[in-house]
């Protein structure tokens, strides 16, 4: 004589994680689905956004460079500072 209810945590989260990976799978496939009716569409779309993030990391890039040159530029004393008194004795 068994009963069906029982409190297995182990089958409680199992269950949890088949929800969302069946959920996921439908979503990709649904993607997937997309991209291949509108392949045009959606190459134009990764197209315009890796040339945004391009254009961002090399403004990025050139800002690191003016800073760095202008940090390199006040240096002009061979890495000595003017407050530093060397007593010899």
């Known amino acids: 004589m068994g009963f069906n209810f029982y409190s297995n945590s182990f089958s409680n989260i199992s269950k ?24 045009e569409v959606l190459a134009l779309i990764a197209a315009a956004i890796f040339m945004a993030i391009g254009a961002v990391c090399c403004f990025n890039a050139i800002k690191i460079f003016i800073i760095s040159w202008k940090s390199g530029k006040n240096n002009d004393n061979d ?11």
Do not use: Q, T, Y
């Open 16 to 39: 949890g994680f088949a929800k969302g990976l069946f959920i996921v799978g439908l979503l990709l496939i649904g993607f997937g689905i997309l991209v291949w009716i509108f392949k």
């Open 79 to 89: 890495g000595r500072s003017d407050n530093v008194k060397i007593h010899i004795e």
